[in-house]
């Protein structure tokens, strides 16, 4: 029987959620009545989630548990699923429950209605911290205006895709993945389907501002490359200025007989010029590191082993394959 639907859970130490995440799930998915797989991707839990993981898959045959080498972090967890997923359709949520699995049908209803993507929009965000929501806001409206491709607004990658969507981000091999700006990049129809985004079930964030850091970089860098345009138009700028300040420079040398005072100024320049090439070094310097990463060609990430299904025999490593 072919699977009509698939929901990819990535989890990160989720032992306190996972069993409640699994009913809430099955129930939506039973109530759609297609043929489904629920597959759990373990990035790397430390904390019991994989033994309990194991256990729900032998009691529910819909359950397919994929284990990864190690934490190799949310967006490639989400990309192993999405390799191993069966469906015509895949939804993508996260584990904690803030992306209520009861939106399901209302998704199905866009994707029924010839949508190709159908990604969740938050109407509310009341479960995160407000400095978090007021940050985010703040980044993804800098992100829309210099992004080469739309930026969904107030959406993350709670959204569920068409077949030829999932193989189409099987074919983009790019190690730093920001499967939400990939996704956009694909074009098709795609549209927001409107939710509350409520609080974590249990737990807590499985991502520390380190990671959300390094989620905002490779957001930037493989949506733009403005930022390495921003050396030249500031280069032009304080040339212009250093150009100006000459001429202030010679006029008085000239005209006044003395030459301006200003040990501070000086040393104001030389600090501020010396950071703005520092910072231009390190704007190269990220796109650069991902050149490297990426001419290294090594599998993105690896699959320990697989439960549950019938993917007891799934390949172990894999890499979206290049088209
Ligand atoms: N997650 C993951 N790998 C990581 C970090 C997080 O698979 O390295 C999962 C996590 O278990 C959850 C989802 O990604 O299912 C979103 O993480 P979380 O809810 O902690 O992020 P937040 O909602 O706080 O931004
Ligand atoms: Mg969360």
Redesign the pocket.
Known sequence: MSIYLSII??????AEVIAETHRRVQAVCEAVGQPYEILV?N??STDGTWDLLRGLAQRDPHLVAVDLSR????QL??TAGLAQARGERVLI????L?DPPELLPDLMRALDDGADVAYAQRRTRL??APL?RFFCAVFYRGLARIADVPVQLDS?DFRLLSRRVVDALGRMPERHRFLRGMISWLGYRQVPVFYDRGA?HA?????PFR??VKLALDAVVSSSLRPLSFALVVGGLTGLIGVALLGYALFSWLFVGQTPAGWTSLLIAIVLMGSLQLLMLGILGEYLGRIYIQTRGRPIYLVNQVVGGEHAAAPLDSRPSAP
Do not use: C, F, I, T
Not at 71 to 74: A, E, K, L, R, S
Not at 203 to 207: C, D, L, R, T
């Open positions: 859970l990535p989890v990160h130490n989720e991707v990035d790397g934490n190799h972090g949310h967890a989400l949520m996260d584990a904690d803030q479960g995160d978090k993350g974590r737990g807590e964030s499985k991502y990671k959300l």
